[in-house]
């Protein structure tokens, strides 16, 4: 009865031995990671408090322009809602261009820098009704500008982020930085024309693994020509 005793506490300590181990095995520790939210209190706060700075500047600029008809103007999410948008904004633009312009780029870097989706609908909207030359200008512009704020942005909270959503292709990302520090320019280049990785974590990783602003500046202003001439001639 003992040795029955024994071999029950043995297998006891075994499977809570076992049980510890699944707990701490690196497996187990990501499952329990993914759940949690990866911003701090105070990372939280700085995030709230950007974008209701950005908010803030964007309902100023709209408020103080022209009166038009609200009502009407949305963000475009498809090619029918452009052409509506267009129908309404075409005269508006050539009355008030030089506040429209202004309207239209801080609207554009805003949904840029805090990645909310609807920019290929605004680079639509530039060429159809500024024309593919100004259109394409006004586009690189504005995405540039985006993208350098998002950046910014990722320096000051973006690391925990980035590591929670793309662990592996971030890990990936560094990697293939540190293979290519000599020539680093020629693969940003690379990445911004080809669809290799999305712009969006582009713009959040590069501080991350330590590409100088220089580099992903210039990188994004010659790297989105393509792609926004591609964009702004469908109109």
């Given at each position: 009865m003992m040795a029955a005793a024994r071999n029950f506490v043995g297998d006891n300590t075994r499977q809570r031995d076992e049980e510890n181990l699944k707990e701490d095995?690196?497996?187990?520790?990501?499952?329990?990671?993914?759940?949690?939210?990866?911003l701090t209190k105070w990372e939280l706060a700085a995030a709230v408090s950007v974008f209701l700075l950005f908010s803030s500047g964007l309902f100023s600029i709209f408020f103080t322009m022209p009166a038009a008809e609200y009502s009407k103007i949305k963000l475009p999410r498809s090619?029918?809602?452009?052409?509506?948008?267009?129908?309404?904004?075409g005269s508006y633009a050539n009355d008030y261009q030089a506040r429209f312009i202004l309207g239209y780029c801080s609207t554009y870097i805003f949904m840029q820098t805090f990645m909310i989706?609807?920019?290929?609908f605004m680079s639509l909207l530039a060429g159809a009704l500024f024309g593919v030359i100004r259109g394409l200008l006004l586009v690189v512009f504005n995405a540039t500008a985006g993208a350098s704020s998002c950046y910014?942005?990722?320096?000051?909270i973006g690391r925990p982020i980035v590591n929670w959503l793309w662990p592996e292709r971030l890990r990936f990302f560094?990697?293939?930085?540190?293979?290519?520090?000599?020539?680093?320019?020629?693969?940003?280049?690379?990445l911004r024309i080809t669809p290799t990785l999305?712009?969006?974590?582009?713009?959040?990783?590069?501080?991350?693994?330590?590409?100088?602003?220089h580099v992903f500046f210039f990188a994004t202003l010659l790297g989105l020509v393509p792609a926004s001439y591609i964009t702004v001639r469908r109109r």
């Open positions: 095995s690196p497996t187990s520790k990501r499952a329990k990671l993914e759940g949690r939210f990866p090619v029918s809602d452009l052409r509506v948008l267009k129908d309404h904004l989706p609807g920019t290929i910014f942005l990722s320096k000051l560094q990697a293939e930085i540190a293979k290519r520090r000599e020539k680093l320019l020629n693969y940003m280049l690379f999305p712009n969006t974590f582009i713009n959040l990783a590069s501080p991350i693994v330590d590409i100088p602003f």
